[in-house]
């Protein structure tokens, strides 16, 4: 599933992972800092869960309701792996879904609007 945010989303046994579009980290630039929200932490959809800063500076909103249960750390002490096999970043549970999330498909007709 897919955000108008590039945020994807991958639904588990007790939640989702979310990690950003293959569009969005095509916008990374080659130097780049990532942060990510806390662990425990409640966020509604339309909050920030991290942000990239890079030539392209920009906030990972979250497409649904939930609580953080788990943070990537291994894209906080290695960046790079971002860029390289785009993981999932952060893992949420409590989820509830209140923005219409796409469907792969209807993602790229998105994009192709966009241009």
């Known amino acids: 599933m897919y955000s ?6 991958e639904k588990t046994e007790n939640g989702v992972k979310i990690g950003i ?3 969005a980290v095509k916008k990374i630039c080659k130097n780049f800092e990532i942060f990510l929200c ?3 932490e409640y966020i509604h959809a339309g909050e920030s869960i ?3 800063i890079s030539c392209e500076f920009f906030d990972i909103i979250s497409p649904v309701n939930g609580t953080v249960v788990r943070v990537n750390e291994e894209v906080l002490d290695n960046p790079q792996i ?3 096999s785009n993981p999932w970043l952060v893992e949420m549970t409590d ?3 209140t923005q219409q999330m796409m469907s792969e ?3 790229n007709d998105y994009l192709n609007n966009l241009k």
């Open 4 to 9: 108008k945010n590039h945020c994807r989303i």
């Open 21 to 23: 579009t293959d569009y």
């Open 38 to 40: 806390d662990e425990d």
């Open 50 to 52: 991290g942000e990239i």
């Open 82 to 84: 971002l860029v390289d």
């Open 95 to 97: 989820v509830a879904f």
């Open 105 to 107: 498909a209807e993602y």
